[in-house]
C-alpha cells in the first residue's frame, strides 16, 4: 500500500509542478457600462501578480512590447464604432537598464477604457483581443487574452471625477485615472534623486565661480555681527535662503509639467536637440571659450538688495551668490532639474533640494567651525581645471542627447562606433590636457602635476583605451545606455574592419555566400530558421540535429543568452557547425495568411500572427510559456534531451547541447 501512495504523491507533485510551469502573472476582468442610449464604455481590468510589470499602451519602439487591443474587424464601424482611443490608468516612469529606456508599465493592477457607440440595435456581444507582455526581474512572457463582452449585462456608470492635462491629445490621455503606486519604491526613487543631485552641487562648490564665496561670505557674518552666536545665525540663514532659492525654481518645474507629459517631451526631437546644443554650448562656456552673464542690471538689482541689511539683506545675499554663479551652477543645475523633471510628481522640487544642500552646507558649517577655513585649499588654477574637467563631461553627455535625435529621426549619421569615436577623443583630450599638453584660455601656468591631476589623468586615459575596442564590437558594460544600442550599428555591424557576409564576426572565417531556402543570419551571423517545418526539412537534408530556440524579440534573458552565453568559443562552434538552430518569436505580430489562421483548441483564442502560433506550439508541447526555452531534437522532431531555460552558466550550457548531439550521433 506504502509504495502504491508514495508513487501517487509523487505523480500529484510531478503533475502540478509541470502545470506551474504555464505562467499567467496578469489576471483579466471586465464589465460594461452604459453611458447613454447607444454608447458604452468596455472596462478592462488587470490585476498583476508581485514582482511582475504589466507595459503600457505607451511605449518607446525597440523596448518591450506595449499592452495592445484587437477588435473584432468584422464588428468594427459596421455593428459599433470605437470613440477615442483606449485610455489607461496611471502607469510609472523608470528608466530601464536592460532596455536603454524610460518604460511606462504597471504595478497591482491597471485599468483599460474604451467607449463606443452601438449601431446595430440587435448586437449583443463585443469581441476583443488583448496581446500584452509582462515580466519581472528574470523573464518575460508574451500571451492573448480574448474577452467577451455581453452588452445586455451592462452596468449604469456613474459619474468620475477625472484630472486631465489640457495639453493632452487623444494618443496622451493615458493617465487620466489615478491608481496607487508602491511607496517604498518611489521614497527610494526620490532618495537618488536627492543624492545624485547633492553630489552635482558638491562639484559646484569647486568651481571658481563659488569656491572663493565661502570664506569672504562666512568671514562677512562672523565679523560683521556683534556676538558669534548672531554670526551663526546668519550663515544659517543665508544657507536657508539658498535651499529656498534653488528648491522654488524646483517646485516651478514641478507645477509647470506633470510626469507624463515631460516624459513626452524628454524623449521628443526637440527636448533632445535642445539639450545637445545647451550643453555644447555650456561646455565651451566652461572650456572658456566665452563666459555666459545674467545682464548686468539684474547683478545690480540684487546688490542693492542685499545693501539692505537685516533678513531680507540676507535672502539678497543669497540670490546674489545664485545670480553671479550663474555661468557655472545653471548648466548643472539645468541639467539635474529637467532629468528630474521627466520623472515628475515631487522629483523637481527632491532634486533642487539636494542640490542646493550641498551649497549651503559649507556656509552652515564654516560659520560653527571658523577655524576650519584656515584649512581651506587656496584658490587658484585647480579651481578652473575643475570647471573645464566639467566642461569635457558636459561636452560628452551632449551626443547622449544626439543620439536619441538621431535614432528617433532614423538619420544614422551618429551610430555606436560614430559614437564611441568622438567620446574616445573627447577622454582621450581630457587625459591630454590633465598631463599638461594641451592649455587652455583661462589656465594658469602649470608647474607640477599633483597627485590629484595625475590619478585623474590617468583615469580618463584608461577610460579612452577600455572604450577603443568598443569600435570592433565590444560591447563596453561600463557605459552601457550611453552609446546607441548595438543594433543600430548600421554602418559597421561587426565592428570596424569587419564586413557583413566576408567574415564572421565571432569566429573570424569566411561567410558563406549563399543562405539556404527559408534562413536567415542569426546572432553572431549563425544560420538559423524562423518556421519550424522549413528548419525541420533542412535538418533531415544534411542529417543534423535541431535546436529549438523559443524566444521573443523583447525578451531580455534572450538577448543575455546570445550575447553572453553563444558567444562562448565551444558553445558558438556547436551553434554553426553541428546542429541547425530554429528560433521560433513568440511575440511576432506579422499576420499569418488567411488560410492559416485557425482557432485554438488550447486556448480558444483565434491564432492570427506567426507569434501566437509559435507560442501555442511551445505551450502544447512543452507546458510552459516563459522564454528562452532551448529543445535538442532529431530530424523527426522528437526531443534528444531535457528542455532549459535562462542558463548564464556557459560551461553548463555546452554539456547540455553535447549531451543532444552526442545522442543524436549515437542513434
Partial sequence: MKPILTTLILTLVTFFNVQSQILDPVTWSHEVKKLSGTEYELVFKADIEDHWHLYSQKLPEDGPLPTEFIFDSTQVDKTFKLIGHVVESEFITEYDKVFDMKLNFFDGNATFKQKIEVLDQSLKTISAEIAYQACDDERCIYKFKTIAFNLNNSTQATEEKTAVSPNKTDAEINASEVETTDDTEASKGLLKIFFTAFFLGFLVLLTPCVFP????????????????????????????????????????????????????????????????????????????????????????????????????????????????????????????????????????????????????????????????????????????????????????????????????????????????????????????????????????????????????????????????????????????????????????????????????????????????????????????????????????????PVMLDFTGITCVNCRKMEEQVWINDRVFKLLNNEVVLISLYVDDREKLPKEEQYESEFSGNKIRTYGQKWLEFQQKRYNTNAQPLYVIQDTNGNDLNKTVGYMPDANEYFEWMMEGVSKFKDN
Fill in 213 to 544: 564665496m565661502i570664506p569672504m561670505t562666512v568671514s562677512f557674518f562672523t565679523k560683521q555681527s556683534k556676538t558669534r552666536a548672531a554670526g551663526i545665525k546668519n550663515a544659517l540663514v543665508y544657507g536657508f535662503f539658498i535651499i529656498v532659492i534653488y528648491t522654488l525654481l524646483g517646485t516651478a518645474v514641478s507645477a509647470m509639467f506633470g510626469s507624463n507629459a515631460m516624459y513626452e517631451f524628454s524623449t521628443g526631437v526637440v527636448f533632445n536637440t535642445i539639450m545637445f546644443f545647451a550643453l555644447v554650448i555650456f561646455a565651451f562656456s566652461f572650456l572658456g571659450a566665452f563666459e555666459i552673464m545674467l545682464p548686468n542690471s539684474w547683478v545690480n538689482k540684487v546688490d542693492q538688495g542685499a545693501n539692505k541689511g537685516g533678513i531680507l539683506g540676507i535672502f539678497f545675499m543669497a540670490l546674489a551668490l545664485a545670480v553671479v554663479s550663474f555661468s557655472c551652477t545653471f548648466p548643472i543645475a539645468g541639467t539635474a532639474l529637467l532629468d528630474a523633471a521627466t520623472k515628475g510628481g515631487i522629483a523637481p522640487i527632491v532634486s533642487m533640494l539636494g542640490f542646493s544642500s550641498a551649497i549651503a552646507l559649507p556656509f552652515a558649517l564654516f560659520a560653527f567651525f571658523p577655524s576650519w577655513l584656515n584649512s581651506m585649499p587656496k584658490s587658484g588654477g585647480w579651481l578652473n581645471t575643475v570647471k573645464v574637467v566639467l566642461g569635457f563631461l558636459e561636452l560628452a553627455f551632449a551626443f547622449k542627447f544626439l543620439s536619441m535625435v538621431d535614432l528617433v529621426l532614423e538619420w544614422h549619421f551618429l551610430e555606436r562606433e560614430v559614437f564611441i569615436a568622438i567620446w574616445i577623443a573627447i577622454f582621450g583630450t581630457l587625459g591630454l590636457y590633465l598631463l599638461g599638453k594641451i592649455k587652455l584660455p583661462h589656465d594658469s601656468p602649470l608647474t607640477h602635476i599633483s597627485v590629484g591631476r595625475l590619478s585623474l589623468a590617468i583615469l580618463a586615459l584608461s577610460f579612452t583605451i577600455y572604450m577603443v575596442p568598443g569600435l570592433w564590437g565590444a560591447p563596453l558594460k561600463l557605459i552601457s545606455g550611453f552609446p546607441p544600442p548595438m543594433s543600430t550599428n548600421s554602418e559597421s555591424p561587426y565592428g570596424v574592419g569587419y564586413m557583413k557576409k566576408q567574415v564572421n564576426a565571432v569566429s573570424g572565417k569566411a561567410m558563406p555566400t549563399e543562405l539556404p531556402e527559408g534562413a536567415h543570419f542569426g546572432p553572431h551571423d549563425i544560420i538559423a530558421f524562423h518556421d519550424y517545418d522549413t528548419g525541420l526539412a533542412y535538418a533531415k537534408s544534411v542529417n543534423k
